[in-house]
């Protein structure tokens, strides 16, 4: 007998699980109220994303797909439902970071370097601290959209800590970045630093296809 992959009774899903799952319904649900020309637009937009990703025939998505995809995106974030697809944008992270940690009164601080203004919304993901030869991780939590920038800098210190408390000296702290534009998502990006450490520049952001958990 298959093992169920329906959570058990009285299993409870994380807060950010039930958010997530709760904007995907309800953008599924208004795919049903669309006019004719609407859905028309929605599976144009469709075939266009199709061969810009390469997906196998049987893995191709569909007018109704692609709505659910970037509606339930902005319903993640509050913001209103796109009811004709949007061009898909021009990506401008590459420049982000690098992950920088300082002193701070309650311990290390965490800060996003930014040099330029960004278009649409970034959002922050973060792991557990680790072992600083760590080097694969691929269990994170939504931590919250990252902070306006003071200075060059975006401080995340007060989101990681809400969410894992303060990492312990030497430990490394993994955090994914991934920018959202009307809808649409980029790669998610990893930035990783070990506090404390000497000042110096960290790793450049490496654009990855791992999933983080919401």
């Known amino acids: 007998m298959k093992k169920s992959h329906i959570p058990k009774?009285?299993?409870?899903c994380t807060a950010?699980?039930?958010?997530a799952w709760t904007s995907f319904g309800g953008a599924s649900?208004?795919?049903?109220?669309?006019?004719?020309?609407?859905?028309?637009a929605w599976d144009a937009a469709a075939k266009k994303e199709n061969r810009r990703r390469h997906l196998r025939r049987g893995h191709r998505?569909?007018?109704?797909?692609?709505?659910?995809?970037?509606?339930?995106?902005?319903r993640f974030l509050g913001l209103p439902p796109l009811l004709y697809p949007p061009e898909r944008p021009a990506f401008s992270m590459d420049s982000l970071g690098p992950l920088m940690t300082g002193d701070g009164i309650g311990g290390a601080t965490l800060k996003i370097g930014v040099p330029k203004a960004l278009a649409g919304h970034v959002l922050v993901f973060g792991a557990r601290p680790c072992s600083p030869g760590r080097r694969y991780c691929d269990k994170f939590s939504y931590l919250g959209l990252l902070p306006a920038a003071d200075g060059g800098a975006s401080?995340?210190?007060?989101?990681?800590?809400e969410k894992y408390g303060v990492p312990r000296p030497g430990s490394r702290?993994?955090?994914?970045?991934?920018?959202?534009?009307?809808g649409w998502r980029d790669?998610?990006?990893r930035l990783d630093v070990v506090v404390p450490l000497e000042q110096g520049p960290a790793a450049r952001p490496k654009r990855l296809r791992t999933t983080a958990e919401a």
């Open 9 to 12: 009774r009285g299993k409870r």
């Open 16 to 19: 950010a699980q039930h958010h």
């Open 29 to 40: 649900w208004a795919w049903g109220k669309l006019t004719e020309d609407q859905y028309r």
């Open 61 to 74: 998505l569909n007018g109704q797909n692609l709505f659910t995809e970037i509606n339930s995106h902005q």
């Open 155 to 161: 401080d995340i210190t007060t989101q990681y800590y």
């Open 173 to 182: 702290v993994i955090i994914l970045t991934q920018q959202q534009v009307n």
């Open 187 to 189: 790669m998610l990006m």
